[in-house]
């Protein structure tokens, strides 16, 4: 076989997003992967810092579209901290449910773009259909079918009413049998798993070395959650399983994601059913003093941590976040070892990436 140096672009590697990968092949096999970042690169943690705390609520809340309600609930965990807010049960409640409907609604988008990958485009459409219910799910309760605008310094800026919270508890029913459904498929489907059965395989002993997490740690075996782990807002009264495949290929972060959506429907229908009353966010906030603090959060694609310095003005001293898609990329050197060029794509998206996250 004769070695040779390819490059592929967004287009070629099915991403919505820019970024390179210079690919060193061995006949139509991967031996080496190098990714080329920073085409999305914003400044945004420059940015932050000429904007005062609430202003960056609403920055951060555009950092990214899939996980857009996780970064300003969490900088809005370590700004709280700091300042020595304990928000309302009724405010953790609802940001719980803000949480786990972006995550159903992120999951399902990433087991489209699976299927579409995979040369299912039919299963597509009947997932993107499903998603739909989020969507419009969103749009009812928020007002929006992407930013949803719920989070806010102390608490949330929506409060449903009973029938609101009656109207969420329908959507949630209408996901169960379809949720079944396609964990079925997913699971049996021969086509599938001729497909994504033993392709882009990570090591439970690589994910760690890498330090993986979300979805594609979780694949591997590794039981790591924030919810469970650092439990904040309502979860310590949630029951729910964290999720676990053993496989570690495309197939297994899959059916993760789909079994986690499945979970988020049980605990969006605990948050409606033990719903407490009272106010959602104080009626007078303190200053926000000197000090800094770290938070992390559950994000759809792993765990999301804040550092956060004030010095007691308006302004951030420093802000600095952590994504999961950053841990992620590098594991990619270990999925795409040995792969054929044509299973590049549906192992890349597998790990579900997020550039502008990434680049920010």
Known sequence: MTASIITLDSRQLQLEEPMYFNLEMDGDRVATVDVVAGQSHRGLETLVLKRNFYQNITLLERLCSLCSNSHPSTFCMALEEIAGIAIPERAEYLRVIADEIKRIASHLFNCALLAHIAGRDALFKEIMELREIMQDTKEAIYGNRMDLAANCLGGVRYDPSPEALSYLKGQMEKMKQPLETL?????????????????????????????????????????????????????????????????????????????????????????????????????????????????????????????????????PVRLKWRVPSFMNWDALGFMLRGERLADIPLIVNSIDPCISCTDR
């Open 183 to 315: 964990l079925s498929l997913f699971g049996s489907d021969a086509g599938l798993r001729a497909r994504m059965e033993g392709v882009g395989v990570l090591s439970p002993e690589q994910a760690k070395a890498c330090g993986v997490v979300g979805p594609v740690a979780r694949a591997c075996g590794i039981g790591y959650d924030t919810r469970r782990k650092s439990p904040y807002f309502a979860y310590p009264d949630l029951p729910f399983e964290v999720v676990v495949e053993e496989g570690g290929d495309v197939r297994a972060r899959a059916l993760v994601r789909l079994r986690e959506a499945r979970e988020s429907v049980g605990i969006i229908e605990r948050c409606v059913e033990r719903m407490p009353g009272g106010p959602v966010a104080p009626e007078v906030l303190p200053e926000v003093p000197a000090g800094e603090a770290i938070a992390k959060s559950e994000a759809p694609r792993g765990e999301l941590l804040y550092y956060l310095v004030t010095d007691g003005s308006q302004l």
